[in-house]
Every structure is written in structure tokens, then in C-alpha cells.
């Protein structure tokens, strides 16, 4: 964890450092067409007058501005934010991921993402988000970056159980697609399709949600529509 915390302030630290010392540069740089007024007269004071009262600042007494090292360190703030997964695979408890809950509160829609595509890590932390949207906030469906055909088919696997999911897989995800094709997805697929057998009166479906190819399930649809 103190790993992922370094990186994350490593990215924060030019941005707050940026976003500090803005202000300041923006006061000290004076329009080109400003003229600098002259110096006032300086007032002959007598030598005998009483010495002037100094006038408080208007609010009572300003707090002196912070220096750049004042400023708390973005590590620091992650570290009173940040909740350490308890491991980075599908399986087992899910209660770390309920501060996970908690941000995504009544969202209808989660968008869960990865850096890197064919990295274990990043599909085996998305199956467990899904175990955990669907397991605890209601969620079913699953919405992915692969073509409608594919999602078709993929979704009359995990409801009905139709086609053998290698098979789908290899045919369906080629060219663009191909990094779906992974240990990790089929786990998880084949999860959703567990899960399905378990609650068949409330099912989880799978969508594919790219344009990219159509196959002939699609037409298929639309040739039944047409009809």
C-alpha cells in the first residue's frame, strides 16, 4: 500500500505545488502598460512630536502567509484517506471495499477502468469490484469495452448457459479485442454465470458496448425485428 500511496503523491505533488504558488505568481506580475507611481515626499516631522500611535490592520492582527513548507505533504493527506485493500483477488470477504461503498453511495452507473490492459492485477481488482457491486449494492450489469455481437453471446452464456465460453471467447475476442481474452476474464465470466445459476430470477447481465464489429448475432436481431 505505502507503494500505490508514494506513486499517487509522487503525481500530486507537481499539481499542488502548481496549484499553491499560482496566486502568488499571479500578484507579482504587474500589466505590461501599468506605470509605477512615484515616490510620495517624505514629511518634515518635528523633533519634539510625540510618537505616532500604530494603527491595527483592519480584521485585528493577519496571520503571516505560509511558506511553501507549511503546506502539507500529499502523502500525508493520503495516508488519512487512503484504505489498504485487503488483497487484489476476486475471492473471500469484500468488507475493505465497503469505504468503496460508501463513495459510490446511489450511483446508478460505476465506471471501473485499468492503466494497462492484460495486467492481472487490474482484471482480478475489477472482478472483485463487480463481486462487490453486485453482491452489495444491487448492481446487474456489467457494460464492456466489446462489441454488441460478442455481448450477445456472453450474455446468452451467463442467463442460459448456451455456447462453451473458451470457445465464445477465442472467436469473439481477436484483432482489437484480443486482451479480453485472459485468464482473468474467463474467471470472472464464469463467476457471473455461477451467480446467475444461484438467482435465475435475478440475473446479472452482460453487455457489449463497442461498434467496432458486428457479427451475426446482431443481424440476427435486427432480421427478427424487421420481420
Known sequence: MRTHKALLAALLVPLGATLALAPAASAAV??????????????????????ATPIAPLGGPQKPKPTPAA???PEAALDRVAHPLRTTEPRGSLTDLRPFGRMVGDAKVVGVGE?????????????????????????RAFALEASWSSGLRLDAYITRG???????????????????N????????QWMRAYNIK??????RFVGDDNGFAGGELYDKVGAYAA
Open 30 to 51: 504587474a500589466p505590461a502598460s501599468a506605470a509605477t507611481p512615484p515616490a510620495p515626499a517624505a514629511a518634515s516631522v518635528p523633533a519634539d512630536a510625540p510618537a
Open 71 to 73: 503546506f502539507r505533504s
Open 115 to 139: 492503466a494497462t490492459h492484460n495486467s492481472h492485477e487490474f482484471f482480478t481488482v475489477k472482478h472483485r469490484v463487480l463481486r462487490y457491486l453486485v453482491e452489495k449494492k444491487g448492481f
Open 162 to 180: 448456451e455456447g462453451d465460453l473458451k470457445q465464445i471467447m477465442d472467436e469473439e475476442f481477436q484483432g482489437s479485442y484480443q486482451f479480453w
Open 182 to 189: 485472459t485468464a482473468e476474464y474467463r474467471d470472472l465470466i
Open 199 to 204: 438467482h435465475p430470477k435475478d440475473p446479472v
